[in-house]
């Protein structure tokens, strides 16, 4: 006991001792990780069942009168299955800080891959709440507007969805290497996983399509655009969900390669 | 040293590393693990791209067939050929250097560098070609998979020549540990999907009647 | 050992040599050549057994284990049926 109490007034954390803090972060990496089945779970809430984004209820192809009609018809559906929508996404924030709290531990004293994982996710994140507020916005006024307006920012919306994948792919490439170029016999998640990362990077490229078809399979609702990225983004927060999930029952929570930590 | 206070990191209870692997030997993953999960996963979605094409095309096969006549099959076959070749270079290039052979290793690397950089060269002036001619991805079906699923190919195969470059940088090292060949293989591994994929690609647009 | 280094060799240059004669098969095939819809089935055959050529010879998937072979081939049979059985099928 007197031990650790010297320990900690050394390290200028009086107060708390060495278990405190394993538990503290043990709990908060637990609580980050449980965000990514959480996201999943919202967005099926807010998307799927109530707003019906996805699988989109509005084609590309369809007239400006139907599109406002649509809104018009389904208003209160729609505004309370953005909310649950644009939760999901605010939470992939949180999940990513998961992702860089894993990676950071053996990067160094200088994580670049892991500032980059950092930035992107946030950028992608703030991307995707947005394009949230574009929907409320054509829900906004749909009916007393003249239709093209509504129209225009569900188009706007679904543009910024699917169309803006870069901030996603250099992610997921930056987790991956953050994997790959490890080179101890133990990297904070198996090797093929770095490997997978960079695939699921590349999937969500496809989603870029949005910006140039209205119909077929590279329009918003298209199997190349709609569901490549969005089942393979699902997977992929899913299973690196359950690895830090893993790491951290395993005990690992607290610990840093001993030449970053000095 | 005041480390000691960190309790012991789990991972670094590891078994220390593999012997050297033996070249070749039976049972022995090309590569590693990792590049297969990545290939296959390719492979899954380009499976779904070639379904999707083949599917569309038979719900309008004359306009199909009508575009695809504009095609010159020339700058299609060529660069099957160049793919070809390179990924013989590879492959020849990676067993030399399995052998200790490290100037022809790194030098079939750069042949195969050479005929990705012929590769796109060649579709810059096909892509330019048709858009001169006025197809572009939106004049019709044809030429929408035409555009996307080439320029798909395309990202990989530039992705490639990233992989190629960094491969040459490890065959020049005078002596190669096994995590060297390790990555040499699954780059090399990489580049034939590139070859594997355009293959089918090539048989799609340019050659089914 | 440059027994093995020869070997390997061969077996590339020889996997290389029937995939640029298949291209030239189905280049030819694909330039009007012969009945439309037999070209076409042959077309997708000759692709996928080059598909095949490439991971066995170029990939080394030969010598590598069971499962990823099973996987591989299995992938390009599959494929390869099902683009030539849609295409059959729907072809009128």
């Known amino acids: 006991m007197s031990t650790a109490n010297v320990a ?13 803090r394993r538990s503290m972060s043990r709990n908060s990496q637990l609580l980050i990780a449980w965000c990514g089945p959480a996201m999943v779970v919202l967005f099926l809430i807010g998307s799927v069942w109530l707003a019906r984004y996805f699988p989109p209820a509005i084609h590309p192809s369809d007239s400006a009168q139907q599109v406002a009609q649509y809104y018009q018809e389904h208003a209160t559906a729609i505004r309370v299955g953005l909310v649950f929508s644009c939760l999901a996404y605010a939470l992939m924030g949180v999940w990513g800080v998961c992702m860089a709290v894993q990676t950071r531990r053996k990067e160094g004293l200088f994580p670049a891959l892991t500032y980059v994982q950092l930035t992107c996710m946030a950028a992608g994140t703030a991307q995707i709440v947005v394009n949230c507020g574009l929907w409320a916005t054509a829900a906004f006024r749909a009916g007393e507007v003249s239709p093209e307006i509504t129209q225009a920012f569900n188009d706007a919306a679904y543009i910024i969805l699917l169309g803006t994948w870069m901030p996603f792919t250099i992610w997921a490439i930056a987790l991956g290497l953050n994997i790959l170029l490890d080179k101890s016999d133990a990297p904070v998640f198996p090797r093929w996983t770095g490997y997978f990362s960079i695939w699921a990077g590349v999937c969500f490229i496809p989603g870029g ?13 298209g199997v190349v655009c709609l569901w490549v990225p969005f089942v393979v983004f699902g997977i992929w927060v899913l299973y690196f969900s359950y690895l830090s999930m893993q790491n951290v029952k395993r005990g690992f929570v607290h610990e840093q390669e001993p030449a970053v930590s000095s | 040293m005041t480390m000691n206070a960190w309790p012991a990191d789990p991972f670094a209870s590891t078994p220390p590393k593999a012997p050297e692997r033996r070249l070749r030997e039976p049972g022995h993953v090309p590569g590693e693990i990792g590049i297969w999960v990545f290939i296959f996963g390719d492979l899954l979605i380009f499976a779904l791209f070639f379904g999707v094409f083949v599917y569309e095309r038979s719900r309008s ?6 575009a695809r006549e504009h095609m ?4 299609g076959a060529g660069n099957t050929l160049l793919l070809l070749t390179g990924s013989l270079f590879v492959a020849l290039g990676l067993n030399s250097l399995r052998h200790g052979a490290s100037g022809p290793g790194s030098r079939m690397i750069l042949v195969t560098l050479l005929c990705g950089f012929g590769f796109v060269v060649n579709k810059y002036l096909e892509y330019s070609n048709e858009i001169e001619a006025g197809h572009t991805p939106s004049t019709n079906g044809f030429f929408m ?8 190919h395309l990202l990989h195969l530039l992705l490639g020549m990233v992989a190629l470059v960094i491969m040459y940088l490890i065959a020049r090292k005078p002596a190669l540990g096994s995590r060297d060949l390790r990555n040499l293989e699954a780059g090399a591994c990489y580049w034939h999907l590139i070859d594997l994929l355009w293959i089918v690609l090539f048989a799609l647009l340019y050659l089914m009647r | 050992m440059s027994c093995e280094a020869s070997s390997g060799k061969n077996r590339a240059v020889v996997a290389w040599l029937v995939l640029m004669g298949a291209t030239a098969v189905s280049w030819y095939l694909g330039d009007g050549h012969g009945a439309r819809r037999f070209a076409t089935v042959v077309v997708l055959a000759v692709a996928f057994a080059k598909v095949y050529l490439v991971g066995r010879y170029f990939m080394e998937l030969g010598q590598a284990p069971r499962a990823l072979r099973l996987l591989f081939g299995g992938w390009t049979v599959m494929v390869c049926a099902a683009l030539i059985t849609m295409f059959v099928v729907t072809d009128g």
């Open chain 1, 8 to 20: 900690s007034t050394a390290t200028g954390l009086s107060g708390s001792t060495e278990a405190d």
């Open chain 1, 209 to 221: 399509t949005v910006w140039f078809f209205k119909e077929g399979p590279f329009s918003w609702v």
């Open chain 2, 145 to 152: 998979y035409y555009f996307v699923f080439t320029g798909i």
């Open chain 2, 72 to 75: 010159n099959l020339t700058f």
């Open chain 2, 61 to 66: 096969a004359g306009l199909f067939e009508q």
